[in-house]
């Protein structure tokens, strides 16, 4: 639940806000006057503040001051009923996140808290670059035990304690804006602010307004001076996401600031300097677009100090059963959802999947399972359809049909046959099963000395608990056994240290 506070002395505002912001997610405090407001702000803990530049007592310039000093990340909104006057630019020079006018245009005011809460939560939750994460306050994460994977943790941890600028590549989906996070908060400027600008996002012609701000009348609609989010982020790290979208004047600017850190407003004449860390990140071919005349080579290099290259999912398939468990914790916090697991059939069809929306369009199939699922164990049939129908690779080659084509539309056998008369209970192997013992054999001769079938027991044993987050009622329906037998597994195999059970 995120937390809003309100410093204001007019109190008939104060009810407008708490009917306005009336939510389950947004928990309000007020208070009428800047000294309150201060003793409030260490009780109450919020992640945004809305503040009255002028108040009886203590006015709101020096309460923003006082709040910069305790807590440099805390966004906070100035508001004033007198527009464009310099109290208002002087409190973005101090870095207020952002400042409105009274009377309130209300879609713009939900529309500033709401960017303002996504901001706060983007500096405040923390990235873990491990490879799994169980801690229950983590709300994000850059998940995985691949090779890959681990490359990209490496890279983190040795780029985060520096101020090298970094460029941050792969296919949408791919996690790029965690990276930047991650890094972000791994450094020595963890306690400065961080802003996310997508590039792709702000129209041509404002983005050079939104980056580096405006002088009055410097174009149409330019009624006051704007500070931008450059001169906001003094000491701290901007992200520039989809930096290949930028237009070739704005990149001009990017390239001066990253060259001497000075740049000057839109319209204005006066040089300004600012101490900034830049991250960006896109999805394009930055090689060919230089080529191509569409971005600045020299740019292209002075952002290209150090590159992480993040693999789509596709190519670390070994992650998607992490990767959807860590999604499921994150749904079962919430209490209309409840804890679910993934059946072996269905994590089957995650796993066919070649997911060319990346782990975002996992993370949105898990979340389409979870409410489409009737029971506590998510289904094939709750997945989306195009999980169960295979995925296409960016070539258009149906990967995961040629990987693991479904026996409905091939007629192909099941995995496991019927069992065998006079057997009840034993399965048939079939070629599959089959060719997979033909290779733990192979591998059983190749090392004499390893207790193979204890091994693979273990394994199975594993992957069912973690495919169902612990609970050992359904891990032990998946095994075929009872829950007496995989307790007894459990201590054998010495899993309860590696495994979070429910």
């Known amino acids: 639940m995120d937390r809003l506070l309100l410093i204001d002395d007019e109190t008939d505002l104060h009810y407008s806000f708490q009917r306005l912001f009336a939510s389950d997610d947004l928990e309000i405090a007020t208070a009428t006057s800047g000294e309150e407001g201060l003793r409030l702000l260490k009780r109450f803990k919020p ?9 009886g007592g203590m006015n709101g310039l020096e309460v923003l001051r006082r ?15 007198y527009g464009g006057t310099q109290t208002a630019i002087e409190a973005m020079k101090l870095g207020a996140y952002d400042y409105l006018l009274k009377p309130f245009d209300v879609p713009q005011l939900r529309e500033v808290v709401a960017r303002a809460l996504r901001a706060s939560r983007a500096m405040r939750q923390r990235v873990a670059v491990e490879p799994e994460v169980d801690a229950e306050d983590v709300e994000l994460g850059l998940v995985g035990r691949s090779q890959a994977m681990q490359s990209v943790f490496k890279l983190v941890g040795q780029v985060a304690v520096s101020d090298a600028t970094v460029l941050i590549t792969g296919e949408s989906g791919t996690g790029k804006e965690l990276v930047a996070r991650a890094i972000y908060q791994h450094s020595l400027r963890a306690n400065q602010p961080f802003m996310a600008i997508n590039c792709a996002a702000i129209p041509e012609n404002l983005l050079e307004s939104e980056l580096f ?5 410097a174009f149409t609609g330019a009624t006051a001076q704007r500070i931008g989010r450059f001169e ?13 979208d930028m237009p070739l004047a704005t990149q001009t600017k ?3 600031v990253l060259q001497s850190g000075t740049f000057q407003r839109v319209g204005g004449g006066e040089t300004l300097q600012v101490d900034v860390r830049v991250l960006a990140a896109t999805n394009q071919d930055l090689e060919r677009a230089v080529a191509e005349r569409r971005f600045r080579e020299d740019l292209y290099y002075r952002l290209n100090v150090v590159r992480i290259t993040l693999p789509p999912l596709r190519e670390r398939p070994e992650d998607i059963p992490l990767l959807a468990g860590f999604f499921l914790r ?3 916090r919430d209490p209309r959802h409840g804890a679910k697991s993934l059946s072996a059939e269905a994590l089957e069809a995650l796993q066919q999947y070649a997911w060319p929306g990346n782990v975002r369009e996992l993370e ?7 409410v489409m699922a009737r029971g506590d164990t998510i289904l094939p049939e709750d997945l989306p359809r195009e999980v169960l129908k295979g995925g296409k690779t960016p070539g258009g080659r149906d990967e995961a049909a040629k990987a693991a084509p479904a026996a409905a539309d091939t007629g192909a056998k099941p995995a496991v046959a019927e069992a065998e008369p006079g057997r009840p209970g034993v399965a048939k192997p079939d070629e599959t099963v089959a060719e997979l013992g033909q290779r733990l054999f192979a591998w059983a001769r190749a090392h004499p000395d390893l207790p193979v079938l204890p091994a693979v027991e273990r394994e199975l044993v594993r992957q069912a608990l973690l495919a169902t987050r612990g609970n050992q009622v359904q891990a032990a329906r998946l095994l075929g056994i009872t829950r007496a037998t995989l307790r007894k597994r459990i201590e054998r195999f010495g899993l309860r240290s590696e495994i979070r059970f429910e």
Do not use: S, Y
Request: glycine content about 8%; charged content about 25%.
């Open 47 to 55: 992640d945004l503040v809305l503040l009255d530049i002028r108040l």
């Open 67 to 81: 709040i910069r000093m305790t807590d440099a990340r805390l966004p906070v909104i100035l508001m004033t009923a």
């Open 213 to 217: 701000g405006h002088e009055k009348g």
């Open 232 to 244: 906001q982020c003094h000491r701290g790290t901007i992200f520039l996401d989809e930096i290949g």
């Open 254 to 256: 990017i390239l001066r």
């Open 330 to 332: 994150q749904q079962a």
């Open 364 to 370: 949105n199939a898990i979340r389409h399972a979870v």
